[in-house]
């Protein structure tokens, strides 16, 4: 059996018994302590024993006599220590380290945390998942149980185990994820990128927690693609206007091009977002909801008429009814079928950002604004697909807007229209 000592000889580990004489209780009795010492660093565990002061042996760190009181008290300390020297010996072996504060923790049956990447996983997105509808959204939690599967999927398939020990990860674990992403996954840079940034979290996480001495991935940035500007061609967007076909998602994508709004701001859109200045111009003051930052953008002739022809079809206070994330894909890339484009709804927001604003000569700085960028470098993304521009703001682009009258297009009522 490993003694006290033994342990000694490998790290400063030391197990301390006192009692406070200057906190004496109404009974006479003293509260029975503990200090756990490893490598300088010190944790005081208290108990529910408590000691007479005139049977205490400073010395020993034990009860002196045969009372009852001493027995008690003794048979406390052997069942404690050898509770701690279990914890010190399981968390070693675990860890690769071991700390008093860990150790105290153990004892107490508080903050034990995971000690392998899957559990650590399964544990941030439990917590994240309650946190839905606060601070939280649904689409972000997909997200990371997706990147959940990805991972176990790898544990199981390459390294042949149900979870691997957060000790054991280091740079090969990191490569070959990075490569079963690209080669068994077939996923592209950007996807790659944000399923290695969670796992990423996740050894951040471990570190916080304590169950890492040190993050083996802090020096890693996961390489992100080169971002470019998504919009349609100019042409793709007129036959876009002209078309009658799949009118609810073909409605959606102009007003999102006319307005800048992501799919999730234009769900939540309401007339509690829109004002009107002095001059009678209508704005739409709304805080995106994927960065926090404000967007204000002057709502143009097409956009209104959209939020007019719907007015009937409001069920609460929202202007548009607008459907689910998921069909609205599924309608949009039918909709770029039928005219032979490869399209997706947040072409609209890149549409904004170039057709509708820059290459209108509206500033980028105005640009950033409309669109609630947090950085100018991010709005510059749609810079380069124009030189037109020129010191103008957006009440040239109402002028601009109001000069070219540009019609909706609908094709007759009947049980085919969406």
Same mark, same amino acid.
């Given at each position: 059996?490993? !003694? ?7 790290? &400063? =580990? ?9 906190? *004496?209780?109404?009974?006479? @009795? ?62 070693? @072996? ?7 504060? @860990? ?37 972000? /939690? ?17 390294? %042949?185990?149900?979870? *691997? ?8 674990? /990191? ?8 080669t068994e996954c077939r996923l592209q840079q950007k996807s790659v990128h944000e399923h290695l940034y ?18 083996? /991935? ?39 091009? =006319?307005? %800048? @709004?992501?799919?999730?701001? +234009? ?23 994927? &960065? ?19 007015? !009937? ?24 079928? *039928?005219? %032979?484009?490869?399209? #997706? ?8 950002? !170039? ?10 700085? #105005?640009?950033?604004?409309?669109? %609630?960028?947090?950085?100018?470098? #991010?709005?510059?993304? /749609? ?10 703001? #957006? ?12 019609? +909706? ?10």
């Open positions: 059996m490993e !003694t006290n000592k033994d342990i000694k000889r490998r790290s &400063t =580990f030391a197990v301390l018994f006192y009692i406070n004489r200057t906190k *004496v209780r109404k009974d006479g @009795l003293c509260q029975l302590l503990c200090k756990v010492s490893i490598d300088a660093e010190a944790a005081q565990i208290g108990t529910k024993v408590a000691v007479d002061p005139a049977i205490w042996n400073p010395t020993t760190g034990r009860a002196d006599g045969r009372s009852r009181n001493a027995g008690e008290v003794n048979r406390a300390i052997d069942a404690l220590t050898e509770e701690i020297k279990a914890h010190y010996k399981r968390i070693n @072996l675990s860890l690769g380290f071991v700390t008093a504060e @860990l150790v105290k923790n153990a004892v107490k049956g508080i903050g034990q945390k995971p000690l392998t990447l899957l559990a650590l996983f399964r544990e941030h997105n439990e917590e994240f998942e309650k946190r839905i509808g606060i601070d939280r959204t649904k689409e972000t /939690y997909k997200c990371y149980v997706r990147s959940y599967n990805h991972l176990r999927e790898f544990v199981q398939q390459k390294c %042949g185990q149900e979870d *691997v020990t957060l000790r054991s990860l280091d740079r090969e674990f /990191y490569d070959a994820f990075d490569l079963f992403l690209r969670r796992l990423k979290k996740m050894t951040v996480r471990a570190v916080n927690q304590g169950t890492l001495r040190r993050d083996p /991935y802090a020096t890693l940035h996961p390489e992100l693609p080169k971002r470019r500007s998504r919009h349609l061609k100019l042409d793709d967007l007129k036959r876009l206007l002209a078309e009658p076909e799949l009118r609810r998602a073909r409605d959606w994508f102009i007003f999102s091009t =006319f307005t %800048g @709004l992501a799919y999730a701001d +234009l769900k939540q859109l309401s007339e509690k977002h829109i004002t009107q200045d002095k001059e009678g111009v209508r704005w739409i003051h709304i805080r995106r909801q994927k &960065t926090g930052t404000e967007s204000v953008v002057r709502l143009l002739d097409v956009p209104m008429r959209i939020i007019e022809k719907y007015r !009937t079809e409001r069920t609460d206070e929202r202007l548009l009814p607008i459907c689910s994330y998921g069909k609205l894909q599924r309608l949009i890339r039918k909709l770029g079928e *039928v005219y %032979g484009i490869d399209l #997706t709804f947040h072409m609209a927001r890149h549409n904004f950002g !170039t057709h509708i604003t820059l290459s209108l000569g509206v500033p980028i700085e #105005t640009v950033s604004r409309m669109m %609630g960028h947090r950085r100018l470098m #991010t709005t510059q993304i /749609y810079a380069h697909v124009t030189d037109r521009k020129v010191d103008e703001d #957006t009440r040239q682009l109402r002028k601009l807007s109001a000069s070219r009258k540009i019609e +909706l297009y609908e094709e007759p009522k009947n049980e085919n229209n969406l």
